[in-house]
């Protein structure tokens, strides 16, 4: 069964570093981009960059870019997302998710449809 | 980049049909056909239902439908159902590796 499974909900102090991770399985892991997406409390979705596991290309959302950071270890088909210094509105829920239908090459994946999503996980950010 | 422009929400009644619109500017819907459509129901993830404008992934139903002309895509929901409310976002590919989704529209069913 083709999945990704995210790390437990996360409750961290303003300025305190975060690392989430996404598990893929049931596929064939660097071949496939794997995308971050944000959802703050009563809004809509936000993209935040992408990543290629195979060789760790990524592509960051301008309104991300400098603000996180997106790994990948394809030794435990693994993506993360972790910031170095929390704040408040960063509290959200993150989803991760694979573009396994549209367009998408090992170089670039500007027509990708996230067909698999992670479970989410609900960062909560407060003092 | 701004996000895509959809109603807040939209309503119907079962079995009627409904359409929702998606907004961008010539560097995004208006320049590529790599438009999507996720549905959200509370709490769950978002679910794909529509990709490269009007194709459906395997599983959802016929009664999903999507369009495009010039900078505003459309999804249409006929013959409304009571699982069909959720809250439906587009998204499109936007140049330079960027993706942009919209602010989101909340489907009602009467």
């Known amino acids: 069964e083709v999945q990704l499974v995210q790390s437990g909900a996360e409750v961290k102090k303003p300025g305190e570093s975060l690392k989430i991770s996404c598990k893929g399985s049931?596929?064939?892991?660097?071949?496939?981009?794997i995308g971050w997406v944000r959802q703050m409390p009563g809004k809509g979705l936000e993209w935040m960059g992408i990543?290629?596991?195979?060789?760790?290309?990524?592509r960051y959302s301008p309104s991300f870019q400098g603000q996180v950071t997106i790994s990948a270890d394809k030794s435990i088909t693994t993506a993360f997302l972790q910031w170095s210094s929390l704040k408040a509105s960063d509290t959200a829920m993150y989803y991760c998710a694979r573009p396994g239908l549209g367009y998408c090459s090992s170089t670039s994946c500007r027509g990708g449809a996230f067909d698999m999503w992670g479970q989410g996980t609900m960062v909560t950010v407060s003092s | 980049q701004s996000a895509l422009t959809q109603p807040p929400s939209a309503s119907g009644s079962p079995g009627q049909s409904v359409t929702i619109s998606c907004t961008g500017t010539s560097s995004d819907v208006g320049s590529y056909n790599y438009v999507s459509w996720y549905q959200q129901h509370p709490g769950k993830a978002p679910k794909l239902m529509i990709y490269?404008?009007?194709k459906r992934p395997s599983g959802v139903p016929d009664r999903l439908s999507g369009s495009k002309s010039g900078n505003t895509a459309s999804l249409t929901v006929s013959g409304l159902q009571a699982e069909d409310e959720a809250d439906y976002y587009c998204?499109?590919?936007?140049?330079?590796?960027?993706?942009?989704f919209g602010g989101g529209t909340k489907l009602t069913v009467l």
């Open positions: 990543i290629y596991p195979g060789d760790s290309d990524t």
């Open positions: 998204s499109s590919y936007a140049g330079s590796s960027n993706l942009v």
């Open positions: 049931g596929y064939s892991f660097t071949s496939y981009w």
């Open positions: 490269e404008v009007s």
